[in-house]
Structures are given as structure tokens and as C-alpha cells.
């Protein structure tokens, strides 16, 4: 049957070296393929829970906005890399296909990270499945939160209720920081 299923192919992460927490979703819906961005769909929460959290100019476009992350130290990215899936919901993806990004690597390459945050249960899910067995000793010690869905999937909280447990999750950011 997964041979019937479209095959998605993830984006390239939003990050500089000096990212200190990074958010994980699943894999970009249909839509986001479409448009080529994260978060494109225009019901999905994450633009508007980032532009308040980080007092972001509501008229900034798509690169802007991911500009603005990388000046707050906050990285995006998937834990899958490709997959088949019908539609865009994270219990379509059919779990034979999936093929998750590499995390040594980029952890590796992103030294400062000091949060994960999860967009959702399955990118925690799968996170915890397939890539925390393989991570070296030391990464598998980086502070882990899953934070309700920003998708519009996930309509049992509203878009308030979503961002206040962003914001209590990315205040944590700020208070565990020394100014280094």
C-alpha cells in the first residue's frame, strides 16, 4: 500500500550555529510543501504565537520571519526527513516510510543547543522512537518539552491557550540563560 502514498521530502532546518533551542515538528503538511515554508498553512498557530512571543513585525514576510528566529537563537526543523503520507495529518504517515534527519550531525553542528522543543505528540513520538537511541551520550541530556500543536488539527485549545504554553516553555529559555 505505501508504494499508492505520496512521498513528502522535508526542508532544510532554520538555524545558525548559535541556536540554543530547537523546535521539532513531524513533517510540513501539504500545504507547507506547496508554499515551500514551515508553518505555511494559514490556520496553523506557530507564525502568530512566534510574532507575539518575540514582538515580531506582523507585516514580515515568510524570511524575515525565519531571520528574526535565528536572531533569537531559536531553530526550526523536522524530525523527519521524508516520508509517505496521505493529506497532512501526522496519523497518515504511513511509520515503514519514514526517514528521520540526522541529529548527531546537527547537534554537532549546533553545539549550543540547550532545548528541544516538540510541535505536536508525534514529533516527540518519534523523536524518542527513532532518533534518542541514536544520539551520543551527552546530547541525549538536552532538556526536552512537548508543547500542544500549533497545527489547526489540533482545535482542543484555543490559539491563547496554545501560546501561553509556548510562552511558559520559551520563558524557560531566557531564565536558564548565564548572558553567555
Known amino acids: 500500500m505505501s508504494e499508492e502514498l505520496p512521498h513528502s ?4 532546518p532554520i538555524a545558525d550555529n548559535q541556536a540554543q533551542a530547537l523546535i521539532l515538528g513531524s ?7 506547496d508554499h515551500q515554508q514551515y508553518y505555511g498553512h494559514p490556520r496553523n498557530a ?12 506582523k507585516a514580515l514576510n515568510y524570511s524575515q ?20 503520507r496521505q493529506g497532512s495529518l501526522d496519523t497518515n ?19 549550543h543547543i540547550k532545548h528541544i522543543f516538540f ?24 532538556a526536552r518539552v512537548r508543547l500542544p500543536s500549533t497545527s489547526p488539527a489540533h482545535a482542543s485549545l ?10 511558559q516553555a520559551l520563558a524557560s529559555i531566557n531564565s536558564s540563560d548565564d548572558g553567555s
Open 9 to 12: 521530502l522535508g526542508f532544510p
Open 93 to 111: 504517515i504511513d511509520t515503514d516510510s519514514m526517514v528521520t534527519n540526522d541529529f548527531n550531525l546537527f547537534l554537532l553542528q549546533h553545539p
Open 46 to 57: 506557530f507564525w502568530p504565537i512566534m510574532t507575539k512571543l518575540l514582538k515580531m513585525d
Open 158 to 167: 484555543s490559539l491563547e491557550q496554545k501560546y501561553q504554553h509556548w510562552q
Open 27 to 33: 513533517m510540513p503538511s501539504v500545504t507547507s510543501l
Open 119 to 142: 510541535n505536536g505528540a508525534k514529533a516527540e513520538q518519534v523523536f524518542n522512537r527513532h532518533i534518542l537511541p541514536t544520539l551520543d551520550e551527552q546530547r541525549t541530556h538536552i
Open 65 to 84: 520571519h525565519c531571520q528574526q528566529l535565528i536572531r533569537h537563537r531559536i531553530a526550526v526543523w523536522d524530525v523527519l526527513q521524508s516520508c509517505q
